[in-house]
């Protein structure tokens, strides 16, 4: 092989490898910091906020989320009719500061009249209180819900 053939073979390869180095990086930022999101400000094209939905009162369905276990333990929120996202990123309903957690772990959403929990395809998975979740389920109240080292339950 000539000289030239050879240094571009060198060239090739540490482009590949530089390209896997900030990739892998930028993975890694991904995970711990979320991914960016544009600010919404009162700026060109922003819709002003809407006040939050006020919750439901029907009997039988649950009214709050709380964190029985955790960090956040006695943290509280009010189920409306809106989704709640729960892991390590800026911009979920409930943030928790877990390694055992991913970014956007686990989301919660009304349907029917009943809560679903779904596992976003988290690295730990989303445990139903010992049964992994795989699919959409349905949360029966009280029942714990483990993200990581944290545990909530729905509740009246």
């Known amino acids: 092989m000539s000289e030239l053939t050879l240094l571009l073979i060198r060239l090739a390869f540490l482009a590949v490898l530089w390209f896997f180095v900030i990739a892998a990086v930028g993975v890694i ?4 910091f979320g991914s960016r999101t544009a600010p919404a400000g009162p700026g060109k094209g922003a819709k002003p906020a809407k006040p939050a939905p006020k919750p439901k009162s029907r009997k039988g369905e649950p009214r709050q989320l709380i964190v029985t276990g955790g960090p956040l333990q006695g943290t509280t929120i009010n189920l409306t009719e ?60 009280g029942v714990p819900i483990r993200v990581g080292k944290t545990v909530i339950e729905l509740r009246k």
């Open 29 to 32: 930022r991904t995970d711990l």
């Open 82 to 141: 809106t989704p709640i996202t729960i892991g390590r990123a800026n911009d979920a309903t409930l943030v928790v500061s877990d390694d055992y957690a991913s970014s956007r772990h686990a989301r919660l959403f009304p349907q029917d009249g009943q809560w679903i929990v779904e596992d976003l395809g988290s690295t730990n998975g989303t445990y139903l209180d010992r049964s992994k979740v795989t699919r959409p389920t349905p949360v029966p109240l």
